[in-house]
């Protein structure tokens, strides 16, 4: 008996033409096999020539990493496909809206807290805040892990944008 390959999380980038409907074909590639999407985001990326790039986090173990890969090539309008986690070095990072109502020991907890993670302050109330948190998905959630004892109400996230180290271009 043959043990399987563990799952693990991987980060792709699809370069595909702007049109209607690409974002679309790609999510329906997922759903009709059954595979998860973690995180998804898209952006125009060169105007001039209509490319977008969409950022796909999923779970899975390395033949089915390579089949999604595979069907996502396939796509008409698919320029490229790079699968950043087994490519190299690259940068990922994930911007939250952290909403946390408190008062007095608590608020300033919060607001320390805010400064250790370099959170930005963008919206005060008399008794609430409503924080702007970047880097890497670990420190977004230790932060909203540490907000939750300290009057956590709402939470608006991105989900992961990445892009290779270096001088390259996806």
Do not use: W
Request: glycine share 8%; hydrophobic share 45%; no cysteine.
């Amino acid at each position: 008996m043959s043990a399987t390959a563990p799952a693990s999380s991987h980060t792709i980038s699809v370069l595909v033409d702007n049109e209607p409907g690409i974002l679309a074909r790609v999510v329906g590639l997922f759903t009709g096999r059954g595979y998860n999407i973690e995180s998804l985001t898209v952006a125009e990326t060169n105007a001039a020539e209509k490319l977008s790039r969409i950022t796909i986090v999923t779970t899975g173990t390395p033949m089915v990493i390579e089949q999604i890969k595979a069907q996502l090539d396939r796509l008409v309008p698919v320029h490229r496909v790079h699968d950043l986690t087994l490519e190299g070095a690259h940068i990922e990072r994930e911007l939250a809206l952290v909403k946390v109502r408190s008062s007095g020991e608590k608020r300033v907890e919060a607001l320390r807290l805010a400064d250790v993670f370099r959170a930005k302050v963008i919206d005060a109330k008399t008794d609430s805040f409503v924080f702007e948190v970047t880097g890497t998905t670990d420190k977004v959630d230790s932060f909203i892990g540490l907000m939750s004892a300290l009057g956590l109400v709402d939470i608006g996230r991105t989900g992961i944008v990445a892009m290779t180290r270096g001088g390259e271009s996806l």
